[in-house]
Structure formats: structure tokens, C-alpha cells
């Protein structure tokens, strides 16, 4: 079984719409979680953190649940540029500042 | 430019040859991470160091694979006698205390 598991899709969105996706990881203990956008051929970016509270920042909104061990992200009022593939990332075990187990990405494709 | 640099951007090499890449971190953190990634799957953890300590090594890694920080500021990985299986692209990532993985534009191997 995976660390952490995300459905590979491809999400296909028309421009303007609004997409979900989820990720479920296995390490309760894990302390640390993110999401990181990643385009063809290029290394991951960071888009955002997770807090047990929720976050949002600007278009993207993004929820933890401990209790059931999985994130999610929600992007509204997508964009062509939102196309891309999103890795949920968590941190392994308790060390908070550890090594990264990434799932191995949704696939989002905007269409005009 | 302040972020994690990757030398060479690409490589292609003989099966049985050595290989050595390198990563410049932000120069304030601490923690460096070598993650590897091939076509449709995600990052997958390598080995972390803290300042020149190496903390961590996966399981996955053979014996052919070794890697440095000498003065706790860059480092190499270096892999030797390639084979087909190690080519993929090679993640350099590096962190301040908590939150915030910075990635370098990675490494691209190919074994022919």
C-alpha cells in the first residue's frame, strides 16, 4: 500500500469551473502536509500548506482531516494556467521538518 | 538567483558508467533532500541531510548510490555503475526549519 494515495485523474475542467480532489495517507503520525503543483518536465512548486483549520489562498482552498487521514484542495474559477498536476505531499512520521512521502499526482486539465 | 541550483540539468551516459550531479541549497537551510522521480509517479525519497550529517537513507537505495555534504552547504549524489533502471530525474530540495521545501529544476539522467 501507498503512503499516500491520489486519484491520478485527469481531471478535465472547463475554464471558469470549480474542481475537487482529495489524497488519503497512511502515517497517522504524520505531522506536516501540502500541496505542490508540478508542470510538464518541471520540479515541484509548492502551492500550499495544510492546516488542520483549513486554508484558503486567493482560488484554492485546502482541508485536512486527521481523523479520517485525508487533504483536499479545491480550486475555483479555474484557469488554463491551473493545468497541471497537483501532488499531496506529507511529511513522514513525527518529525515535522522530515523527508516528504508525495503521492504520485491529479492530473487537472482546463479547457477553454 | 537565491534558489536551489541542480548541475548538470541533463545527463546521458553508458550503462556501467559513473555519474556524479550536484545541488547548491538556499544558502539558510539546513536540511537538503535528494528525492527521484520517474514518468507518472511522484518524488520518491532518496536520502536527507542536516547541515553535513546524513540522517536518513532509503531502504531503496542500492549500494551504488552515495551521496555528500561535505561542508554542509552543497552536495552530490553520485551513482555508479548506471544502469537502465537509474534513469529518471533527480529531485535536490532544501528546507529552513519547518515548512516550505524549496525543489532545484532536477537532474535528468538517461542510461542508454
Known amino acids: 500500500r501507498k503512503e499516500v494515495e491520489q486519484d491520478p485523474g485527469p481531471f478535465n475542467v472547463p475554464e471558469g469551473a470549480t474542481v475537487a480532489f482529495n489524497c488519503t495517507y497512511s502515517?497517522?503520525?504524520?505531522?506536516?502536509f501540502f500541496w505542490y503543483r508540478q508542470d510538464c518536465r518541471k520540479e515541484p512548486k509548492l502551492l500550499m500548506s495544510v492546516y488542520s483549520s483549513g486554508n484558503e489562498d486567493g482560488r484554492f482552498t485546502a482541508q485536512l482531516n486527521r481523523a479520517s487521514q485525508y487533504i483536499s484542495l479545491l480550486i475555483r474559477d479555474s484557469k488554463l494556467s491551473d493545468s497541471a498536476t497537483y501532488l499531496c505531499?506529507?511529511?513522514?512520521?513525527?518529525?515535522?521538518?522530515?523527508?516528504?512521502?508525495f503521492g504520485a499526482g491529479t492530473q487537472v486539465v482546463v479547457t477553454p | 538567483d537565491t534558489g536551489v541550483s541542480q548541475d548538470p540539468r541533463h545527463k546521458i551516459t553508458k550503462r556501467g558508467q559513473n555519474v556524479t550531479f550536484r545541488c547548491d541549497p538556499i544558502?539558510?537551510?539546513?536540511?537538503l533532500y535528494w528525492y527521484r522521480q520517474t514518468l507518472g509517479q511522484g518524488p520518491e525519497f532518496l536520502t536527507y541531510f542536516q547541515n553535513e550529517a546524513q540522517l536518513e537513507k532509503s531502504r531503496l537505495l542500492s549500494d551504488r548510490f552515495s551521496a555528500e555534504r561535505p561542508k554542509g552547504s552543497f552536495s552530490t549524489l553520485e551513482i555508479q555503475r548506471t544502469e537502465q533502471g537509474d534513469s529518471a530525474m533527480y529531485l535536490c530540495?532544501?528546507?529552513?526549519?519547518?515548512?516550505?521545501?524549496?525543489f532545484g529544476s532536477g537532474t535528468r539522467l538517461t542510461v542508454v
Open positions: 505531499v506529507v511529511t513522514d512520521g513525527a518529525d515535522s521538518w522530515g523527508k516528504l512521502q
Open positions: 502515517n497517522s503520525a504524520s505531522q506536516s
Open positions: 544558502s539558510e537551510h539546513n536540511r
Open positions: 530540495a532544501s528546507s529552513p526549519r519547518q515548512d516550505g521545501y524549496t
